[in-house]
């Protein structure tokens, strides 16, 4: 059975920084390119940061240069790291598999609970 348990988000003021983790059980996790998507109030999902089994990164131009995805394979666990945090990117933020180079997931596996990020002073 396919889990994937997002964790680390809050309420943090612009310019701040947060660090989300997503770990996930019932994948072979080291082959399957990772994906951090967010989801704003009132808008669909979008997809901001992916990582590769290789290790590329790909990176929405709205977070390029601020947020930072990296992968620990042992701990079957990917991790985004964002810094000058925007009121703009307060959104739900999940994890899926997805495909190198910024690509969604064509088969996305059953979504976790997300973890909610504000960005507000």
């Known amino acids: 059975q396919v889990q994937l348990v997002e964790s680390g988000g809050g309420l943090v003021q612009p310019g701040g920084s947060l660090r989300l983790s997503c770990a996930a059980s019932?994948?072979?996790?080291?082959?399957?390119?990772m994906g951090w998507y967010r989801q704003p109030p009132g808008k669909q999902r979008e997809l901001v940061a992916t990582?590769?089994?290789?290790?590329?990164?790909d990176y929405a131009d709205s977070v390029k240069g601020r947020f930072t995805i990296s992968r620990d394979n042992a701990k079957k666990t990917v991790y985004l790291q964002m810094n000058s945090l925007k009121p703009e990117d307060t959104a739900v933020y999940y994890c899926?598999?997805?495909?190198?180079?910024?690509?969604?997931?064509?088969?996305?596996?059953?979504w976790g609970q997300g973890t909610q990020v504000t960005v507000s002073s």
């Open positions: 990582i590769s089994s290789g290790g590329r990164v």
């Open positions: 899926n598999t997805a495909q190198a180079g910024l690509g969604r997931s064509i088969s996305p596996r059953p």
């Open positions: 019932g994948i072979i996790f080291s082959i399957n390119t």
